[in-house]
C-alpha cells in the first residue's frame, strides 16, 4: 500500500489491492490453483475451528478465512475442487449468498442456547439450516416481485 503522498495522487485503495493480488492468483497453472483451493478451504476451516466470542477482531486471525477465501476464488475452476464449487448446489448457495449474510445474524442473535436448550454443535447446526431456508425464500421472493 501506498504511502500517503506516494500514490501519484491516486488514493491507496485497498479492494484495488486486493482485486490485482486475486488476478495474480488467477494466472497460476490449474494444478496450482487446485492446490490453492485447497489450503484455501483448510484456512476457512482452521478460522471456524479457532475463531471464538474472545478472539479479537479485528485481529490477526481475520486474515484466516480471508485468505482462505482468497485463495477459494482464485481456484474457480480447476481440478476437481472447480467442479464441485461449480455444481448446482455450490452456485445456489452463491446465489444466495448475500440473502444468507443478511439473515445470519438476525437468527443467530435469536437463537440463543437459553431459547432452544441444545448444545453448540446443535444449535449451530439449527442455526446454519434456519438462516439458508430463510435466505433461500427471501431470496427467491425478491426475483419474483
Do not use: C, K
Not at 14 to 40: H, K, N
Request: net charge positive; proline share 8%; aromatic share 6%.
Amino acid at each position: 500500500m501506498a504511502r500517503p503522498g506516494q500514490d501519484g495522487g491516486r488514493g491507496a485503495d485497498p479492494d484495488r489491492e486486493v482485486a490485482l493480488g486475486a488476478a495474480r492468483l488467477a494466472r497460476l497453472t490449474d494444478r496450482m490453483r487446485t492446490g490453492a483451493g485447497w489450503v484455501g478451504i483448510a484456512l476457512i476451516l482452521a478460522g471456524l475451528a479457532l475463531i471464538n466470542g474472545s478472539t479479537p477482531f479485528p485481529g490477526p486471525m481475520t486474515l484466516l478465512p480471508v485468505l482462505g477465501t482468497t485463495l477459494l476464488i482464485a481456484a474457480a475452476g480447476a481440478g476437481p475442487l472447480g467442479r464441485l464449487l461449480s455444481s448446482g448446489p455450490a452456485v445456489r448457495i452463491g446465489d444466495w449468498s448475500y440473502s444468507i449474510y443478511l439473515w445470519h445474524w438476525p437468527i443467530t442473535i435469536w437463537l440463543v442456547p437459553s431459547r432452544l436448550h441444545l448444545g453448540p454443535l446443535a444449535l449451530n447446526l439449527v442455526r446454519l439450516a434456519l438462516t439458508i431456508a430463510v435466505a433461500a425464500v427471501s431470496f427467491l421472493r425478491s426475483w419474483r416481485m
